[in-house]
């Protein structure tokens, strides 16, 4: 049969725009349709936004430091409009730069909304295409929860568009995009509390990591309360009141819901073409991406695996090798390092202590807290914190965790060790670079009782 497509991606995000990218290199032909702005989450609302907020938000303890070294200035202004606007164009530049690489690349843009009609039969405003393959790439959503009031609160992707910024504000939620907003608006001035209902900040996470970060946060001047939740919102002239599960009330000028995403699959006619969803919506696919239906695959958030941007790209190379590169490449998500973006920062890579444990049984635990050198000129208390996991039988360094500024760019180098199963003796053997914080993951010798 004849089609019009070999790939029909739903999606201009990270993941569905580098499988069409690379795809059409491959010589096949390729639509995108997508019905906002390309880019997804990533570039519009969440990581490329948030991480230039998170550099805003870090100046204030900057300049605090910079007195320490004998700089002085006049009192810091902030202006939120200035921020938003130099965000804004900086958004747009990186919509142009994805639209341009499928336009380069030969791909077909389609504007608006696409629905699956069969397995290669895709509807989109009225008209119908043909494809061999079809991509579902079309993320996730926050979702805020069932209870009285939740309207007046907003998620992290209104949180980037705000006319002004509030005095006193409210995060709930315990996850990273949690502490990464409790951190942005604490250093950007705002009064802000981070209440959430479990007993542990970033749950997945190794538990001494997440328990530490509260503590940062706390010494930062967020209020931290765990083991509570908002039961209701009202309104009251400008303030939100906001009454918690524990009875207590308190208000504040805004309230922000972290609490989980949702796979945007609604709508998508999925089940009517046969493609088998999980309870959360999301699509579940094998480990070539490929649904219960052969012609219709999904990468990304959509599939509810390991929502990362780079895990989303990666899914989409892998997925065109497999369909037409000649080279099936299964997903890999083993050691995948990440990093939060609270102040201050955590990344990690591999397993958790407790993930470990489980795993093999007898571990080794390496770790070390202290003050930087920046941070030894000044009154400052800020810890780094950094550990590490080792599989007691083979001394594999299985897990590396770090708290502490830029613990992303570090962990970036570390994971490449521990992706190649580099031993705690090969750690040990590299030379370290003095003075650096980075040098304490090769010089660690005592291990933990």
Known sequence: MKYDYDLFTIGGGSGGVRASRFSANLGARVAVAESGRFGGTCVN??????????????????????ADFGWSASEPVF??????????????????????????AGASILRGHAAVLDPHCVSLDGKTFTAKHILVATGSWPQKPDISGSELAITSNEAFHLDKLPGRALVVGGGYIAVEFASIFNGLGVQTALAYRGAQLLRGFDTELGRRLGEEMARKGVAVTLN??????????????????????????????????????????????????????????????????????????????????????????????????????????????????????????????????????????????????????GNSEERIFMKLVVDAASQRVVGAHMLGPDAGEVIQGVAIAVKLGATKAQFDATIGIHPTAAEEFVTMREKVA
């Not at 998170?54 to 900057?62: E, I, K, N, V």
């Not at 938003?84 to 730069?97: C, F, M, P, S, T």
Request: aromatic share 6%; net charge positive; with cysteine.
């Open 45 to 66: 609302v969440g990581c490329i936004p948030k991480k230039l907020f998170s550099y805003a938000a870090h100046f204030r303890d900057d300049l605090k430091d910079a």
């Open 79 to 104: 202006d939120w409009t200035k921020l938003l606007a130099n965000k804004d164009r900086e958004i747009d530049r990186l919509n142009g730069v994805y639209e341009r690489a499928l336009v380069n």
């Open 228 to 377: 509570c939740s908002p039961a209701g919102l009202t309104k009251q002239g400008k303030s939100l009141q906001v009454e918690f599960n524990d009875n207590s009330h308190q208000s504040f000028d805004l309230v922000m819901f972290a609490t989980g995403r949702k796979p945007n699959t609604a709508g998508l006619g999925l089940e009517a073409a046969g493609v088998k969803l999980a309870a959360d919506g999301a699509i579940v696919v094998d480990n070539y991406s490929k649904s219960s239906v052969d012609s219709i695959h999904a990468i990304g958030d959509v599939t509810n695996r390991l929502n990362l941007t780079p895990v989303a790209t990666s899914e989409g190379m892998a997925l065109a090798k497999t369909l037409f590169g000649g080279k099936p490449t299964p997903v890999d998500h083993e050691n995948v390092p990440t990093a939060v973006f609270a102040h201050p920062n955590l990344a990690t890579v591999g397993l958790s202590e407790e993930k470990a444990r489980e795993r093999h049984g007898k571990v080794d635990i390496y770790k070390t807290a202290f003050r930087s050198l920046k941070h030894t000129m």
